[in-house]
Nanobody, 115 residues
Framework: QVQLVESGGGLVQPGGSLRLSCAAS????????MGWYRQAPGKERELVAA???????NYADSVKGRFTISRDNAKNTVYLQMNSLKPEDTAVYYC?????????WGQGTQVTVSS
């Protein structure tokens, strides 16, 4: 089992910044990749960014150049720094950790970009 606790999120004006954090506990020795997904109302959940234990990174095209994913392996924590936020970034953001055939998810945190 892996437990994920997210923090961050909130309401921000267009062009603003937010930082999300996700701390993992449990069978953390089996964790390789950690990532962030988001789901906007009426849309499917989509990958935002993911990072492997070795530092390999993948971003959705829509966030490249604006979002930065990073992780602290000693703290088993993954971060998502979101800059130049746009209204279309509004969604519930979920931390994701795949372990074998099982996907573990955080509880989700709301990010709203609005003036």
């Amino acid at each position: 089992q892996v437990q994920l606790v997210e923090s961050g999120g909130g309401l921000v004006q267009p062009g603003g910044s937010l930082r999300l954090s996700c701390a993992a506990s449990g069978i953390i020795f089996r964790i390789n990749a950690m990532g962030w997904y988001r789901q906007a109302p009426g849309k499917e959940r989509e990958l935002v960014a993911a990072i492997t234990r070795g530092g390999g990174i993948n971003y959705a095209d829509s966030v490249k150049g604006r979002f930065t994913i990073s992780r602290d392996n000693a703290k088993n924590t993954v971060y998502l720094q979101m800059n130049s936020l746009k209204p279309e970034d509004t969604a519930v953001y979920y931390c994701n950790v795949p372990v074998g055939a099982v996907d573990y998810w955080g509880q989700g945190t709301q990010v709203t970009v609005s003036s």
